[in-house]
Structure formats: structure tokens, C-alpha cells
């Protein structure tokens, strides 16, 4: 990973995170996690360490608090920055977007000014597809015009506006937008995974959370869309492919690729029911499910294309739809009340 020896993960005890930062922990790099532990347990801590056998650095804070933020700068020599917190459920965002605009959008501001004061030039900014909106395609290209729906989605466009002309005038930094698709799955130990406070809003830790026996039957959001199947058609990710594009894009930039900009998905999309059904496959369990009406702002169908990914940072996904469910269920049998 050349002279990118030392990272700072804010949100790296989350989801994506912390299967981010196993990864960058075997490969070498040493790592510094921040995090407010909003949407996160501290106990992930221990199990990235049983997993790596490593010490792991944690600091328990905001990135909204620059003081904290200046001292971490200080007492680490830190050389990027792989900027994973922020809130992200679509619902809330909708009915409390000051919480989101501070902590999505004056969160990361307040994060680059200590980086540039820090003099660090390495920025890897977790974006989200929901940048495009509702296009009038439904593979999604970088070249896709963006235009959100929701205040969730508002934010991540601000925040890749803010690096676009950050870069402008500071042509020496190295900027990574990194635009997921549905990200599933958990790490193939069953140590780490996704573990949702409260109800789950995504579709796979709900169907797990049925599997396990917490929840009673998983809703189907619309059985009436243009599909194949009549439900809803997404581009899930596993986890760990996804944190693998994380370590591919950090090396990516180069003098040649110093503004990145990619989508993280597989291109192939999946419904609902196929979801369900390999699901049942890989667990053995039986999942319950009633078909009700669409979930308002869901879009019938959209997939990444997953192309440039390839081109500029060599790397492409590696599993498939059975992994993506046999983790997410070793994960959850293990865990069934989470960490
Ligand atoms: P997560 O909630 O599991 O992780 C985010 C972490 O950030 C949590 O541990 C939370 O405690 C922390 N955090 C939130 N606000 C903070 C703040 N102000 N200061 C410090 N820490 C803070 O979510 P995730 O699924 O791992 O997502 C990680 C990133 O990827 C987010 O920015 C999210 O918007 C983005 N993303 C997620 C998805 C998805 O479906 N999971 C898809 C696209 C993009
Ligand atoms: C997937 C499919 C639902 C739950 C969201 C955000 C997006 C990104 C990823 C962060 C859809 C259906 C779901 C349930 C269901 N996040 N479903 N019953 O909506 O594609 O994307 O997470 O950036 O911005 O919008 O993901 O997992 O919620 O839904 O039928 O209980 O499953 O209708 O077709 P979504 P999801």
C-alpha cells in the first residue's frame, strides 16, 4: 500500500467500517478508529482484534468535535482518512434533516479543515447510489445525472460537491468517492457483522432477524412493481468485496488517479424473493413473508454499472448471492442479539 501506512477510519466501529478496517489491519496499515458510537457497539473493538490479533487504537468521539479532532491529528501521524460515519436512514432523514445536514454535511466540513490543517492529503468518502436519484436509466453509470430524493441523499451529494471543488483549489489532494450499492453480508468468521439498533430499515438484517426468530415475518415492500417477480430489484454487495474496494481505491490514488470517482456494486440485481429464497437456502429456516403495499420513495429497479470500478482501481466483486447470505446467517446465528 506504498507510503499509505497510517489511517484514520471515523466510523469504523459501523458496518462498513469495521470490515474496512480488518482488511486495512491485515495488510499492514495501521488504523485509528473515531466514533461517536451513535449507530455502533464499542464490543466490535475486541473482535476486530481477535480477528487480526493486532491492537486496535479506538478513540470514543464526534467528528463534529474539532478540538478532539485536532488533538487526534496531532498525537497520530496520520497520512489518509477514510470517512465512514455519518447517519444514514432514508426515513429519519426525512423528518429530522437538521440531524443529518450536521451531522452528514458540517460533520465532514469540520472533518477537512482539521485534515488540511493536519496537512493530510488522502480523502476516501463513503458516497451511496442514492446520489442518482431517480435517473431515467436504471444501470447506473458515474456519468448518471445526480439528483437525490431524500434529505439522506442530499447530504451525500453536498459532501461530493464540497471534495469537487476542494480539489479544484487544493490540487494536491487525493480524493476517493465511493458510490455503494446495497451493501450485505458479514465478515466469513461470523465475528463482525451488520447489527442494527432497533428495527431494522434494510432488507437483509431483517430477513436474518426472522431467520433467528426475533422478528415474526419479514413485509415485502410492493408485489405489483414492472419486474420480473412483481418486487423490488437491488445490486447487493457483500460487505467484505466492498471493503476490498476501500483498500483497492486507497492504492489507486495515484498522481495519474488523484479524484476518483466509482461505483462499488456488482451489476448483477437480485428481487426481493430470490433474496428470500437463497436466504432460506443458506439457512435452512423457513422465512416467513406477507406482501404489502410499496414503501414510499423505493424505485422498482436499479444496478450498478460496475465498469469503471474494474478499469481504475482493478478490482471487481468476488461473491455472489450465497456468501452474501451464508455470512449474514453465521454472523447472525452466532450473534442473535448482536454484539
Ligand atoms: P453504520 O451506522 O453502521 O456506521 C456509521 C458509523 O458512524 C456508526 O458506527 C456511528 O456510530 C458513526 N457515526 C455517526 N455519526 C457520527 C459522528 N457525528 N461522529 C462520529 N461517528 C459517527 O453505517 P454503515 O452501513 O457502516 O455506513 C457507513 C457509511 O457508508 C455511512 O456514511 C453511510 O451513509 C454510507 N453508506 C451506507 C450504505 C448502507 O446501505 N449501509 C450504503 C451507501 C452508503
Ligand atoms: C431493498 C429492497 C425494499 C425492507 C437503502 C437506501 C440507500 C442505501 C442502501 C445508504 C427494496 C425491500 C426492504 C423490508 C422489503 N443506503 N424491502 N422489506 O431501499 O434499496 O436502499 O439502503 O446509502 O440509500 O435507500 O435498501 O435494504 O431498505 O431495500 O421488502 O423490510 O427490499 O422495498 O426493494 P434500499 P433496503
Known sequence: MGFMNKVIVTGGTGYIGSHTVVQLMNAGIEVVVLDNLSNSNQGVIARIEKLTGKHLEFIEGDIRDRVLLRRVFERYSLNAVMHFAGLKAVGESEQEPLKYFDNNVSGTIVLLEEMMRAKINTFIFSSSATVYGNPDTVCYSETTPLSPINVYGRTKLMV??????????????????????????????????????GVPNNLMPFISQVAVGVREKLLIYGGDYPTPDGTGLRDYIHVDDLAAGHLAALNALSDSHSFITVNLGTGRPYSVLEMVAAFE??????????????????????????????????????????????DTWNWQKNNPTGY
Not at 461530493?160 to 466469513?188: M, S
Not at 403495499?293 to 429497479?301: A, F
Open 160 to 197: 461530493e460537491d464540497i471534495l469537487r471543488d476542494l480539489k479544484k483549489a487544493n490540487p494536491q489532494l487525493r480524493i476517493a468517492l465511493l458510490r455503494y450499492f446495497n451493501p450485505v453480508g458479514a465478515h466469513i468468521s461470523g465475528e463482525i457483522g451488520e447489527n442494527p439498533f
Open 281 to 326: 437456502k443458506a439457512s435452512g429456516k423457513k422465512i416467513p413473508y406477507e406482501i404489502v403495499g410499496r414503501r414510499p420513495g423505493d424505485l422498482p429497479e436499479y444496478y450498478a454499472d460496475a465498469s469503471l470500478a474494474k478499469k481504475l482501481l482493478g478490482w471487481e466483486t468476488k461473491l455472489g448471492i450465497d456468501r452474501m447470505c451464508s
